[in-house]
């Protein structure tokens, strides 16, 4: 292990992230390997944003530990700097951790980390907001907004989240402006994808890649709910712009969405948007550290 490169790596941690278990195990190891790591408690996105700022000389990679909030904390004090974002996934999800290959494992990680590759990315700017991974609204954002004030964490209290947000689920009328184009239409849900899945493999955008320099944009219209396991189905086989209640637009251009609905996610987190939402593309400008099981 080239001890030098191990050294000028920060992990911001989050301790209350994702699923107990596999945090506990993880805290546990990262406290193990203590003196040969730098490692840094946060408990609240603005002590993480102010301890990156005060460590930004010090260290070449910053790597987040927890899920896709905290990825997404972390990362958004690195888009356009020479800094390199690294993850140790211990989310519920890890929808951006999955996409890039990083594994719940330290050994694994720092192997990657001496390695010393990196890849650059696109990044999605909402109202001036960060998305690395997804954003949108209708169902997804409803059960972002629920799941966050649920008690409990993990892929089940998801999973219950969504049946019930599915249940009361009724269309959100959206206008779609692009390209001197206006779409409007009642949708489920309306997705904007830098890359291909929510989290837990579940692909919304099977085509989306973050360093192409497209937005995909994923609408899927109303559709009989007895037909739900289908649409399920093909969400985790990645088939799903292959349904007829599905359409996908691809573009490099800046767009807007309009809607009564104020309920967005960006990354899984619950926003609010009052007006028209605007969206574009940011190109390369963000530097993620090139695992072994990365495709890109």
């Not at 800046?254 to 939402?277: C, L, M, Q, W």
Request: with cysteine; hydrophobic share 40%; glycine share 8%.
């Amino acid at each position: 292990m080239d001890s030098c490169k191990i050294k000028r790596s920060l992990f911001i941690l989050n301790p209350v992230a994702g699923i107990l278990p596999v945090n506990l195990i993880l805290t546990a190891d990262l406290q193990r390997r203590k003196r040969d790591l730098s490692t840094f408690k946060s408990l609240s996105i603005d002590e993480s944003g102010t301890q990156i700022k005060k460590s930004f000389d010090n260290y070449d990679l910053f790597v987040a530990a927890g899920g896709d909030g905290t990825v997404r904390t972390v990362a958004s004090q690195l888009v356009g700097t020479n800094k390199v974002l690294g993850v140790l996934p211990m989310g519920s999800g890890n929808g951006f951790a999955r996409e890039f290959g990083f594994r719940p494992n330290i050994p694994s990680l720092l192997k990657d980390i001496k390695k010393n590759e990196t890849i650059s990315i696109d990044t999605i700017e909402i109202n001036d907001l960060l998305c690395l991974n997804v954003a949108g609204i209708g169902l997804d954002s409803f059960v972002a907004h629920s799941f966050d004030k649920l008690g409990t964490r993990g892929l089940w209290s998801y999973v219950y989240v969504t049946f019930m947000n599915f249940v009361r689920l009724k269309p959100v009328r959206i206008t779609l402006t692009l390209d001197n184009e206006t779409i409007s239409d009642d949708l489920f849900t309306l997705t904007i994808a830098n890359t291909r899945q929510f989290g837990n493999n579940a692909y919304i955008a099977p085509e989306a890649k973050p360093n192409d320099g497209i937005i995909d944009i994923v609408m899927v219209r109303p559709f009989p709910k007895y037909k739900a396991p289908l649409i399920v189905l093909r969400l985790f086989r990645g088939t799903l712009n292959k349904s007829k209640y599905v359409r996908y637009i691809k573009t490099g251009k800046p767009f807007t969405i309009t809607t009564g609905e104020k309920r967005f996610h960006i990354d899984g987190e619950p926003v609010e948007f009052s007006g028209p939402v605007s969206v574009r593309i940011k190109r390369n400008v963000l530097s993620v550290l090139k695992t072994k099981h990365n495709k890109f």
